[in-house]
């Protein structure tokens, strides 16, 4: 099985800068997708960005400019490093990979537990 361990949310001042990081571990050969969502109280969960392991990435239009993923692609660890923060990004912050797994044809889907994103104005 894979287990995603995500750490980086906490608590920050509107403008301010965190980094969430999602580390993935057991018997992986590689991770297909590597994505971040996040879900505010009362409201659906959103894809927020994704990043393939050919490098390409989208994400959601209101964060354009302001977060970055990336990925270790050797550590099989992800990065969300978000910059000029707003209230209205206050979520939980997930992370989703789509891993290739020894024994297995096809990829599993794997989250992470969630951290927590506030920003306070």
């Known amino acids: 099985q894979v287990q995603l361990v995500e750490s980086g949310g906490g608590l920050v001042q509107a403008g301010g800068s965190l980094r969430l990081s999602c580390a993935a571990s057991?018997?992986?050969?590689?991770?297909?997708?590597m994505r971040w969502y996040r879900q505010a109280p009362g409201k659906q969960r959103e894809l927020v960005a994704a990043?393939?392991?050919?490098?390409?990435?989208n994400y959601l239009d209101s964060v354009k400019g302001r977060f970055t993923i990336s990925r270790d692609n050797a550590k099989n660890t992800g990065y969300l490093q978000m910059i000029s923060l707003k209230p209205e990004d206050t979520a939980i912050y997930y992370c989703?990979?789509?891993?290739?797994?020894?024994?297995?044809?096809?990829?599993?889907?794997?989250w992470g537990q969630g951290t927590q994103v506030t920003v306070s104005s």
């Open positions: 990043m393939s392991n050919g490098g390409n990435t």
């Open positions: 989703n990979a789509e891993v290739a797994m020894v024994g297995f044809l096809t990829t599993h889907s794997y």
């Open positions: 057991g018997s992986i050969i590689s991770i297909t997708v």
